[in-house]
């Protein structure tokens, strides 16, 4: 099918790749100049494991360009995938969804779907097919919810071999491309209609948020009370009814979709009258989690003046070089203000860090550049790497093997019989 991906971030730009991979014609069209010259020369904008490799291999079948004009022209299916950041009254905003809307009403030349892929409140479907109407009459267009389920690190796996893809739609006729669509792909498909998709999305979403907040209070007791989150965690894990997987307690979830979407919905239920109370808790919950090392270390050793203080990972989870709301964020800004010197090292993050801190921090090379003569060391995010030191490096590198793992990367008895002062969460 010949396919236009509005959008060309984390969603837009592995969904188009994979459509490729699966046999369709794409094109993929993003305002930003700069990031479809760095996608022609086959360069991928973003890090995403697999991603640049599936690029390369289906090259002859996206095209990259910045004409949104010629890019919806001739097209079947036009999926917009797009961001939609949070407002300051915690809403999504939606005028990039519409941005785009605007240009597919201006630009079609034959009927077609637009799906949403973009992650929207519930009802924006209805708005975004109303409004194509409005300023196309002359085309049929149809609107389709498709939200995505895509992590990042995973995102090409997650969108090739996903568990389920939702289409939510209104008629027979364009829940049957969509269906066409994602036939090749094997993967079961489940419709609904269009109000449902877009809720299976937050709901997903927002239910894991909770599930990671859940625990990671769950982990708070177990310090008072002398148990150990990791067996507590494993004894719930096993029971299917549970399930095994969020179930890691840390220094609380990040990145671009559980902030924010926990808050959209809250948003969406208190104007509704029918406030989310969990969802609210979850967030309360995450915010205090996130500075809660940084609340030890400081109770610790009263101030953190001129200590020379390692940090271990930057981004808000391994193998993205992504930073929204990362841990880091909060934690960064206030080791600054106690007057520590920081010491960083992330594999793939440092790069994005340095545009919001250029010079307020030290980039080192290597985790042992980072933990050379360290006072104390911050774990904050858990990449493979850090998760596979020998602990004996903390104690041949640092002036004092202070380790406070956000991550809960290492055993703490191993970490002890290294004579390491090991403080980790819910252990
Ligand atoms: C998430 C959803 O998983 C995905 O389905 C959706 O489409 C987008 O949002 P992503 O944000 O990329 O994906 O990462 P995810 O792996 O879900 O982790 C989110 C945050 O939760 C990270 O900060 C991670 O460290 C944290 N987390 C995750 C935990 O603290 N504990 C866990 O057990 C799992």
């Known amino acids: 099918m010949k396919i236009a991906m509005a959008g060309t971030g984390y969603v837009g730009l592995v969904t188009a790749v994979c459509l490729a991979h699966h046999g369709h014609v794409v094109t993929c069209v993003d305002t930003n100049e700069e990031k479809i010259n760095t996608l022609n020369s086959l360069v991928s904008p973003i890090y995403e494991p697999g991603l640049e490799e599936l690029m390369k291999q289906h090259q002859n079948q996206i095209t990259y360009t910045t004409d949104y004009t010629s890019a919806y022209k001739n097209k079947d299916v036009i999926f917009i995938g797009v961001g939609t950041p949070e407002k300051k009254d915690g809403s999504a905003n939606l005028d990039y969804v519409f941005a785009v809307a605007k240009q597919i009403a201006e630009s079609i030349d034959q009927d077609c779907i637009v799906v949403v892929k973009s992650t929207v409140p519930i009802g924006t479907n209805d708005k975004v097919e109303s409004y194509l109407k409005t300023l196309n009459s002359k085309y049929r267009i149809d609107v389709v919810s498709n939200p995505e389920f895509l992590a990042q690190g995973t995102a090409v796996r997650d969108t090739l071999h996903g568990e389920r893809i939702v289409i939510g739609a209104e008629n027979e006729q364009a829940m049957e491309i969509l269906k066409q669509v994602y036939l090749p792909f094997g993967i079961p498909i489940l419709t609904m209609n269009r109000r449902s998709a877009e809720m299976v999305k937050y709901a997903s979403n927002d239910f894991l948020a909770l599930k990671i907040s859940y625990v990671n209070e769950i982990a708070n007791l177990c310090e008072s009370l002398g148990a150990n989150i990791t067996d507590v965690t494993k004894g719930m894990g096993m029971d299917s009814r549970i399930g095994n997987k969020f179930l890691q307690a840390g220094i609380g979830y990040g990145g671009s979709c559980f902030p924010k979407d926990t808050k959209a919905l809250h948003w969406l239920s208190v104007i509704n009258d029918v406030e989310l109370k969990t969802v609210k808790a979850a967030i309360e919950v995450n915010e205090r989690q996130k500075i809660k090392l940084y609340e030890k270390a400081l109770k610790q050793f009263g101030d953190l003046k001129q200590k020379k203080i390692a940090i271990l990972g930057l981004t808000f ?102 004579g390491i002062t090991y403080i980790s969460i819910g252990r």
């Open 317 to 418: 989870k391994p193998n993205t070089d992504d930073l929204r709301d990362a841990p880091s964020l909060d934690n960064v800004p206030l080791l600054l203000d106690q007057g520590a010197n920081l010491y960083a090292y992330d594999p793939v993050g440092m790069n994005n860090f340095k545009q919001k801190f250029p010079t307020e921090l030290t980039y080192c090379s290597s985790v042992e550049e980072a933990l050379q003569d360290a006072d104390v060391c911050f774990i904050f995010t858990e990449w493979e790497v850090f998760r596979k030191l020998d602990p004996s490096i903390f104690t041949s590198t640092m002036k004092s093997p202070i380790v406070y793992d956000g991550r809960n990367c290492y055993d703490p008895s191993v970490m002890k019989q290294h």
